[in-house]
């Protein structure tokens, strides 16, 4: 058996030789790592500033302060919970905020891109309250806001809309979402987990000034510590934090807050958003180099992307998703399968890929370098051995 210490060599190791395109994966910066492993680790703050359960909490209210101040600013909220452990517990935290036990909810099907805590049967989510699911068309790709708008009318009755994806590669309209469901006497709840660095950057439409909550995960396109965050209006304030604790979590992570304080400090900054504008770019060469090279082998869905993804319908290549997640792992590229909308077969196959953008372009990857890439999976997928030329690819990047 490996040491610890031998195990994570090994993963530096296999980080830093690997092409990653999983889209819901980034690399943190010194400043944010090295924040989590500080002393903050040690304490235990149930409560919130100012209101604890434990001496000894005057720097830990200081730092989740400065945590509190650093996301309403950057996000332009009236209030924000930074204690949640996970985008999952935010979400959990912003239904019991919400709505009641056995209220009924509208969010996005999983099968098109949703996330399970919104209301799959075997989450908490899906078990507590009654979901009731949209989707994307079937020719467009895009939500199908006629089936969306028909839900919330034929229902009568529904008490929360939750928008939100883990797998769209289009641009959201929260604000037509969100009136369509006050309309109709919803709530409004917008989970931007993978979208939230470019909502921080101001690069896609925020759902701050129209939702009840904004809930994310802070280890996606924001870059920081692996964990959740809620945002919302001032009258859901007293809710939403008694929605985390004592709703849903005990003693917050400190050491963690201290890293989301250290990764909002950097997405404030200008840099920041020439980054996710560059991710940006980046998905969106990935998509024109899949279209270019075979569009029949890679289908890209939608014809192209608005964030960090392309979603890519790998059916023309005669293997399924999880084949191609499996060979291209094996040569050091990693994507993940993915469902489609309308995929014929099941979960654990997929006839999809899920490539993202944000880990190489914090590596340095321009558009040439995502054409390269894309050239690569292509080779890797017609059975030629990559590896070497991908770890070239990865020392090339590096030493830039
Ligand atoms: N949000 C998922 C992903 O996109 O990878 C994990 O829950």
Known sequence: MATIEELISRERERQTHSINLIASENFVSDYVKNTMGTVFTNKYAEGYPGKRWYGGCEFTDQIEQHAIDL?????????????????????????????????????????????????????????????????????????????????????????????????????????????????????????????????????????????????????????????????????????????????????????????????????????????????????????????????????????????HMVMVDITGTGKNGLEIERMLGEQSIYVNKNFIPYDPLPVTETSGIRVGSPLVTTLGAKEPDMARIVQLIDKAISGENVSNDAHKFMIELASR
């Open 71 to 307: 996301a309403k600013n950057l996000f332009k909220a009236e209030h924000a919970n930074v204690q949640p452990h996970s985008g999952t517990q935010a979400n959990l935290a912003s239904y019991l905020a919400l709505i009641k036990p056995g209220d009924k909810v509208l969010a996005f099907k999983l099968e098109h891109g949703g996330h399970l805590s919104h209301g799959a049967p075997f989450n908490a989510s899906g078990k507590y309250y009654k979901f009731v699911h949209y989707g994307v068309s079937k020719d467009t790709g895009l939500i199908d806001m006629d089936e969306y708008t028909r839900l919330l009318k034929e229902h009568g009755d529904i008490k929360l809309v939750v928008t939100g994806a883990s797998s769209y590669p289009r641009a959201i309209d929260f604000k037509k979402m969100a009136a369509l469901a006050r309309e109709h006497g919803a709530k409004f709840m917008a989970d931007v987990a993978h979208i939230s660095g470019l909502v921080a950057a101001g690069e896609h439409q925020s759902p701050v000034p129209v939702a009840d909550t904004v809930t994310m995960s802070t280890h996606k396109t924001i870059r920081g510590p692996r964990g959740g965050m809620i945002l919302s209006t001032a009258a859901m304030a007293s809710k939403v934090d008694r929605g985390v604790f004592p709703g849903s979590q005990g003693g917050p992570l400190v050491h963690i807050i201290a890293a989301k304080a250290a990764m909002l400090e950097e997405a404030s900054r200008p840099e920041f958003k020439t980054y996710i504008q560059q991710v940006i770019k980046n998905a969106q060469a990935m998509a024109k180099a899949f279209t270019e090279i075979n569009s029949k082998r890679y289908r890209v869905l939608t014809g192209g992307t608005d964030n």
